[in-house]
């Protein structure tokens, strides 16, 4: 352990009511199920315990952000700093009044659209189709279906580094596809979402349906973090690395999905480097093909692994 974490041990726990780890695998919480160890991992018990934990933390603190661990690869040095964990944390989810749904942000998109149709709303049902938590669609503007998080999102709530909460609207946030512009010391907690008022039956189809369509063309049975790759404009990443002739290559474990060429599966034992160094070559053919250079959908934090 760097004596520089030793401080982490000394810091004034009094009050704080989450979960700290310490030397965490962080493959318990990747949907590619491999990857490092986080020198420290917290649970936070509410938004309150959230607050409290950054602010005492040591401002040297690197810190990183863990819902469902799709969308995160952690590298197989591990990650020196701390992971904040919110699934299973920040799991609020309350109907709100105009036809609003408030949900925190390690709540499950997946389970916000379920809610969502279930209470006779409409609007939300694409995040079926999202594999992470609220968190994570504010943080990256995640869609799905044509629809992307911050077209419903009516306010949007975030904590900084001194554990003080803010509130943003819409138009107070730089967003686009795939991409949110807030501080770098600033984290969505959670959001309130505008939804139409329609027929239960009419949203919980529009789910089956999109589940359906789904699992015809994504490998939802694999170990994945979803997309890799954000498509570039007028054009899809899939079909760049489809025609790269990439599907089905790997190099270890790590295999591009003959199903859909933008996604990674993890078919074994695959290390986080196995992983990247696909992407590496993923990103190498289509530039090589194609004369395109792909940007990541997915984060890669930590270190690798010493030789």
Not at 35 to 50: E, N, Q, R, V
Not at 113 to 133: D, H, V, W
Not at 245 to 263: D, E, Q
Request: glycine fraction near 12%; include cysteine.
């Amino acid at each position: 352990m760097a004596d520089k974490y030793g401080q982490m041990l000394q810091i004034d726990c009094d009050g704080l009511t989450g979960e700290l780890r310490h030397d965490e695998p962080m493959s318990r919480h990747s949907s590619w199920r491999t990857g490092g160890s986080a020198s420290w991992f917290y649970k936070p018990s509410d938004i309150d315990d959230l607050g409290r934990f950054l602010n005492r933390l040591p401002k040297e603190t690197r810190i990183a952000w863990c819902g469902l661990g799709s969308n995160l690869l952690v590298r197989d040095g591990g990650f020196d700093g701390v992971v904040i964990s919110t699934h299973k944390a920040l799991k609020a989810l309350w109907l709100t009044e105009k036809n609003g749904i408030y949900a925190e942000a390690g709540v499950p998109g997946a389970k916000l659209a379920k809610f969502a149709a279930k209470n006779s709303l409409c609007g939300a049902e694409f995040m079926i189709g999202i594999p992470g938590t609220v968190g994570g669609a504010l943080f990256m503007n995640a869609g799905c279906f044509g629809v992307e998080t911050w077209q419903i999102v009516r306010h949007a709530d975030t904590i900084n580094r001194k554990g003080e909460t803010l509130r943003r609207a819409p138009n107070q946030v730089r967003w686009g596809y795939r991409s949110v512009e807030i501080d770098a010391l600033e984290w969505f907690t959670g959001a309130e979402f505008e939804l139409t008022p329609c027929k239960t039956e009419h949203g919980q189809g529009k789910i089956r349906n999109f589940l359906k369509k789904r699992a015809a063309t994504q490998p939802v049975q694999t170990a994945n973090a979803g997309s890799v790759f954000r498509n570039p404009n007028g054009d899809y990443a899939a079909r760049l690395l489809d025609a790269a002739g990439l599907k089905g290559y790997a190099i270890g474990a790590a295999r591009v999905s003959p199903v859909h060429a933008n996604f990674i599966e993890n078919t074994g034992h695959a290390s986080a480097c196995d992983i990247e160094l696909l992407i590496d070559h993923m990103t190498e053919r289509v530039d090589a093909l194609h004369g395109i250079q792909l940007e990541l959908e997915v984060k890669i934090i930590g270190e690798k692994a010493q030789q």
